[in-house]
């Protein structure tokens, strides 16, 4: 008598074919994506830094920077504006969108005093937020 098939029973020699195919296939895709590496994000340089008294509100000195920024690969993303007074850490004045090349900072200090300032850009996107490195430190004397 012949030996009946059990169709419900898998072929193992085609479970080890298509499990080592999917193995490597996977393997492939993983080094694809590791080997992907984002461009670096593109670092601002403060260029000039001008302060005008009395410009928004009497007694008070309103300050405006502006920076160069080569963009490359990267998207043109966001500026964030930083700043410090020599007594105070750093504190974040906002962000600019990244077209923009000057930021303007209203009622920056009502006494005479060295401001410093610096930039970074950033941009958010399904992958996550990408930050940039601080551009330089540009100082601004306050006199009255």
Excluded: C
């Excluded at 000195?61 to 043109?76: C, F, L, T």
């Amino acid at each position: 008598m012949a030996k009946l098939l059990h169709p419900s029973r898998p072929n193992r020699r085609v479970s080890n074919i298509v499990r080592t195919w999917w193995a490597l296939r996977s393997q492939r895709r993983r080094r694809q994506r590791a080997g992907a590496t984002a461009p670096t994000p593109p670092v601002p340089v403060i260029v000039d830094g001008s302060f005008v008294v009395d410009g928004s509100e009497p007694g008070w000195a309103d300050v405006n920077i502006s920076w160069e920024i080569e963009y490359g690969s990267s998207p043109v993303g966001s500026i964030e504006a930083w700043f410090r007074t020599d007594a105070d850490d750093w504190q974040s004045l906002g962000t600019v969108p990244g077209s923009d090349t000057a930021f303007y900072h209203p009622r920056a200090t009502n006494t005479e005093q060295m401001l410093h300032y610096r930039v970074r850009y950033w941009f958010e996107d399904f992958g996550g937020l990408v930050v940039g490195a601080f551009s330089n430190e540009y100082p601004i004397y306050v006199s009255f």
